[in-house]
């Protein structure tokens, strides 16, 4: 029997697949600029998706993601292993060695993962790994696992890249907190923006960006967390109203330590699908300086994944 290795990917019921033709933004991203979250997805022909995956993306290949890039004006890239790839890193390192230097990654890895496979990996460009604490997405690792993980990644400077809901962090955070290596936080530990952003839980999270002066965090997927919107769509150039003052918060009071990213292809949407170029448009809202913009996307995200790159040689990306 001959088996066809596409239809064993059927895309999850509902699934949007990402915007094709997005629009060039008006905002012009500063030189050297990083989308520091995004995925690759497969293609699963070639990388197929893990067994115990809770969702089956569209693919999105490499190639699509460089062209989206250069298309957006953007240089570099962060390329965050996705859930459906499980522990098997090959698709997104397979991303990082084809883009010249021009994207680091952040790895999802097993307790009891060799030195061996961490030093391919950082030679790779990898530079952390991704601890899921969202139910929806991944089963709860034993925390003594995850306590494994981080005493093998500490000695090659890496950092722990954490994605939770708002309402799981008092619970989380002492755990967090006792993590001893830099903690960078997905999609501002997804507030509910119905609530007020100078209310006890929003305030909650800033505690927690306070409590150590290593913790980042990404502004991003204002298209996940927006109630009211408008969506990215339609030449809407200022999406996302809802959000806004959250993301201003956390940039305000933390310059130097806030990221951005795209998160294409955009896993688990199921209401719409963003124009990226429409997104990038989102970031002056949320950091409206120059100065703001240019630590936003250039310096922050260079110190921690090109930290002794020299980014000014006319031969490097
Ligand atoms: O909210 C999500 O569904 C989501 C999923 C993943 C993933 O499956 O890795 O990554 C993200 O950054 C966001």
């Given at each position: 029997?001959t088996?066809n290795?596409?239809?064993?990917?059927e895309k999850?019921?509902?699934?949007?697949?990402?915007?094709?033709?997005?629009?060039?933004?008006?905002?012009r991203?500063p030189?050297?600029a990083?989308?520091?979250?995004?995925?690759?997805?497969?293609?699963g022909?070639?990388?197929?998706?893990?067994?115990?995956r809770?969702?089956?993306?569209c693919d999105a290949?490499?190639d699509?993601?460089f062209?989206l890039?250069?298309?957006?004006?953007f240089?570099r890239n962060?390329?965050v292993?996705a859930?459906?790839?499980?522990?098997?890193?090959?698709?997104?390192v397979d991303?990082l060695r084809a883009?010249?230097g021009?994207a680091?990654g952040?790895a999802?890895?097993?307790?009891g993962?060799s030195?061996?496979e961490?030093?391919?990996?950082?030679e790779?460009?990898?530079?952390?790994?991704?601890f899921?604490?969202?139910?929806?997405?991944?089963d709860a690792?034993p925390?003594?696992?995850?306590?494994?993980?981080?005493?093998?990644?500490?000695?090659l400077?890496?950092?722990?890249v954490?994605y939770f809901?708002a309402?799981?962090?008092?619970?989380?955070?002492?755990?967090l907190?006792?993590?001893?290596?830099?903690?960078v936080?997905?999609h501002m530990?997804?507030p509910?923006?119905?609530k007020?952003?100078?209310?006890?839980?929003?305030?909650?999270f800033l505690?927690?960006?306070?409590?150590?002066?290593d913790i980042w965090?990404?502004?991003?997927?204002?298209?996940?967390?927006?109630?009211?919107g408008?969506a990215?769509?339609?030449?809407?150039?200022?999406a996302?109203?809802?959000?806004?003052?959250?993301?201003?918060?956390?940039v305000e009071?933390?310059p130097?330590?806030?990221?951005?990213?795209?998160?294409?292809?955009?896993?688990?949407?199921?209401?719409?699908?963003?124009?990226d170029?429409?997104l990038?448009?989102?970031?002056?809202h949320?950091?409206?300086?120059?100065a703001?913009?240019q630590?936003?996307?250039?310096?922050?995200?260079v110190?921690?994944?090109?930290?002794?790159a020299?980014?000014?040689a006319?031969?490097?990306?």
């Amino acid at each position: 029997m001959t088996t066809n290795p596409t239809a064993a990917f059927e895309k999850t019921p509902g699934w949007l697949d990402w915007y094709a033709g997005p629009s060039r933004p008006r905002f012009r991203p500063p030189e050297g600029a990083v989308d520091a979250h995004c995925h690759v997805f497969g293609p699963g022909e070639e990388f197929p998706y893990a067994p115990e995956r809770k969702y089956t993306p569209c693919d999105a290949s490499k190639d699509q993601l460089f062209a989206l890039r250069d298309h957006l004006g953007f240089t570099r890239n962060v390329v965050v292993q996705a859930t459906c790839h499980g522990a098997d890193n090959s698709a997104m390192v397979d991303a990082l060695r084809a883009s010249g230097g021009r994207a680091r990654g952040v790895a999802t890895v097993r307790p009891g993962v060799s030195a061996a496979e961490l030093r391919d990996l950082h030679e790779a460009g990898v530079r952390g790994v991704r601890f899921n604490f969202v139910k929806r997405l991944v089963d709860a690792a034993p925390r003594q696992d995850l306590r494994d993980v981080v005493e093998r990644i500490r000695p090659l400077g890496w950092h722990v890249v954490v994605y939770f809901e708002a309402g799981d962090l008092a619970e989380l955070r002492e755990f967090l907190l006792s993590i001893p290596v830099p903690l960078v936080i997905d999609h501002m530990g997804r507030p509910d923006v119905g609530k007020d952003p100078d209310g006890p839980e929003f305030e909650a999270f800033l505690d927690f960006m306070r409590a150590r002066d290593d913790i980042w965090c990404k502004v991003s997927c204002p298209e996940r967390l927006s109630v009211s919107g408008p969506a990215a769509l339609d030449g809407e150039r200022r999406a996302y109203r809802d959000v806004v003052p959250f993301a201003r918060r956390v940039v305000e009071e933390f310059p130097d330590r806030v990221l951005w990213g795209t998160d294409w292809p955009h896993p688990n949407l199921t209401d719409h699908m963003p124009d990226d170029g429409l997104l990038v448009d989102f970031v002056p809202h949320i950091a409206p300086t120059p100065a703001l913009q240019q630590a936003l996307l250039v310096d922050n995200p260079v110190r921690l994944y090109w930290p002794d790159a020299d980014l000014t040689a006319p031969d490097r990306p």
